[in-house]
Nanobody, 120 residues
Framework: VQLQASGGGLVQAGGSLRLSCAAS????????VGWFRQAPGKEREFVAA????????SYADSVKGRFTISRDNAKNTVYLQMNSLKPEDTAVYYC??????????????WGQGTQVTVSS
């Protein structure tokens, strides 16, 4: 499966962005999908994940209550709605797909990143 992330940009603190992860090549509903991010000089970190059916979701503590992951399997797309953005959310955001929800941290398929910059 090929993944294409989009929707990044520059936003002021407190603002919102919605990232999209569009899949091609295979039906995305067969995969759990996660969002990860990497800030300059830092390691890549987990942000959120959603199961293939959408029935299970999980979030990093740092984004709980502010970010929402969702999916539209008819459109082969997963979304990350990011509200109340903070400067520390600035990073390159990546989407990734795995064959099972429990293995999302070891995702096999990765999209290119999309830059999110939050100004203070």
């Amino acid at each position: 499966v090929q993944l294409q992330a989009s929707g990044g940009g520059l936003v002021q603190a407190g603002g919102s962005l919605r990232l999209s992860c569009a899949a091609s090549g295979r039906t995305l509903s067969s995969y759990a999908v996660g969002w990860f991010r990497q800030a300059p000089g830092k390691e890549r970190e987990f942000v959120a994940a959603i199961s293939g059916s959408g029935s299970k979701t999980s979030y990093a503590d740092s984004v709980k209550g502010r970010f929402t992951i969702s999916r539209d399997n008819a459109k082969n797309t997963v979304y990350l709605q990011m509200n109340s953005l903070k400067p520390e959310d600035t990073a390159v955001y990546y989407c990734a797909a795995a064959g099972s929800y429990s293995s999302i941290l070891w995702a096999k398929y990765w999209g290119q990143g999309t830059q999110v910059t939050v100004s203070s």
